[in-house]
């Protein structure tokens, strides 16, 4: 689907709601070519902040990927097994500050009787 990117990107400003956060979350199966449809389906009501599981991208991918006038707040990519992920894009018009956790992976034995 085509969008008109520069019409959303001279009105997006006015388009936040300054009340409150608005936080969208979807679940979109694969996000490869999907990027200019999904800010489409939620003009004019702009989030703050977007939500996508399910992105079956790497993490180059994610880093290349664009979202207009949204920047990259954190990801995860599966390594081992295709698909699966989560990415969270932050409204260029907020300051935020991400935290990096130390994930401690703990190695399970399996208990046998």
Do not use: W
């Given at each position: 689907m ?44 702009l989030?703050?902040?977007?939500c ?62």
């Amino acid at each position: 689907m085509d969008i008109n990117t520069q019409y959303i990107h001279n009105h997006n400003q006015t388009k936040l709601n300054n009340e409150y956060i608005i936080i969208y979350h979807q679940n979109v199966r694969s996000l490869k070519n999907k990027a200019d449809e999904l800010l489409s389906h939620l003009y004019p009501d702009l989030p703050h902040i977007i939500c996508l599981t399910e992105h079956h991208m790497n993490i180059t991918e994610i880093k290349f990927l664009n979202l207009e006038n949204y920047n990259l707040g954190a990801q995860f990519c599966r390594i081992a097994i295709g698909k699966g992920g989560e990415v969270t894009y932050i409204h260029n018009s907020l300051k935020f500050k991400t935290t990096e956790l130390d994930i401690v992976k703990k190695k399970t034995s399996k208990y046998v009787e």
